[in-house]
């Protein structure tokens, strides 16, 4: 099978899974694992070996990794194109933004889910983050290190993600980049807590649109996760799974926890039985299926030229990742890939097994596989163990403060 090497893969490597706040829909809290700097060079070299364009130190909270400048500086030495995501909290100290900055930091994606700081602060479970990620913004922007912002979209926000970007632009107008992540309720607390933070598609269909078309109308630019394309039709073409669809990408995470490390290059999910009239079904990412948290039934097709959406994603000049920029040859290359798509499928079948089902009902798509023989991701020592065991019966207090339940513990099951 072919190996799609895009100049645009990025990897993630979670270098902590704790954190300093207590979202109630995290889907990557504390487990026993831990990394250091060694067990972290190994995932950046391979990264390097691979061709990757570059790497996403996440967590839980990166920050608070001790060796997080160490590594930083490591990738960016190796040739790769250094990112963070975090919550703001340690970047808001000048010291340390100035810290990651001379360790090669090129870009943070500084997350932030509501500018209203009472929203802010039950998305958080916490007071007082808010400032703090304003501070770490204006540090990093002043360190020369390039901010993105990243928002999960979930119940509490989606009535205003427009009013946050109104927001933004007022009061940061540099920056140029913004993410949405719909909430993905199948892991960690997010799997325990869909009652709470799950939004229905149609709760932020129009805050979106009115969020999106403000960022387009000022020259920014934005990516939009998870979300399907009949709700962001007229921006399907900033759909992060639509362009991984069209380019062929694929993207490696290395989960510091049982997961250890997924390779995404299937970007399918589940779709409902109306999406085989879309126009759009063969460059979309459906429904985002794992954990069952969104309803087939809110997917509607649409009718629109999907050929205009891939034209835009192929000529995206801020872009250029991908090498063939006519229609005609594109066509080729996809056919070319989904043909080997489905072969790869019917290969990791067992024998007389049937094609998995598509069906919403169904049991869902193929859409990631672990990376046997791979690199281990960190390990557990009897230290981890030890902090893991304290840091959940802290946590659990403080979700029984909070009124939340806390995620299934890693491990349980075993
Ligand atoms: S109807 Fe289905 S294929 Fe069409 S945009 Fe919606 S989710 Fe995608």
Known sequence: MLEWVGLA?????????????FCGFCSNPTTPYTHTFESMKVLVDDFVRRGYFGVILTGGEPTLHPELPRI???????????????????LADPEFAREMSEAGLQLVHVSVYSTRPEVEAVLRGMQGSLPKAFA???????????????????????DHLHENIEYWIEHHPYIRHFVWNNLDPSMGRAEVNQA???????????????????????????RVEKVPLCYMTEFAWASTETRKIVK??????????QKQTVRQTDWEHIYAGGCSHCSLRTICGGLFDRGNGYDPAELAPVFVDRDAIV?????????PSYRFKSLAAWRADFEQRCQETLEGRAEKRPAGAEEPSRDPNGPGAMARFSLNGGPAVGQITPEGQRLYEAKRRAEAKK????????ERAELEDK
């Not at 994603?313 to 872009?319: P, Q």
């Open 399 to 406: 979700a029984d403060r909070l009124g939340v339940r806390l």
């Open 311 to 319: 034209l835009r994603i192929l000529k995206d000049e801020t872009d």
């Open 9 to 21: 893969n990025i990897g993630y490597i979670q270098v902590v899974r704790h954190c300093n706040h």
């Open 196 to 222: 709470e933070f799950t939004p229905r598609l149609r709760d932020f269909e129009v805050s979106l649109f009115r969020a999106l078309s403000l960022l387009y109308k000022s020259g920014r630019t934005f």
């Open 72 to 90: 930083c500086a490591y990738a960016r030495d190796q040739g790769l194109h250094v990112r963070m995501i975090t919550n703001g909290s340690r």
């Open 248 to 257: 062929g990408e694929e993207r490696i995470v290395h989960f510091l926890d």
């Open 136 to 158: 770490a913004v204006k540090n990093a922007h002043e360190h020369g290190v390039e901010v993105n912002i990243n928002c999960v979209i979930n119940k509490l926000n989606a």
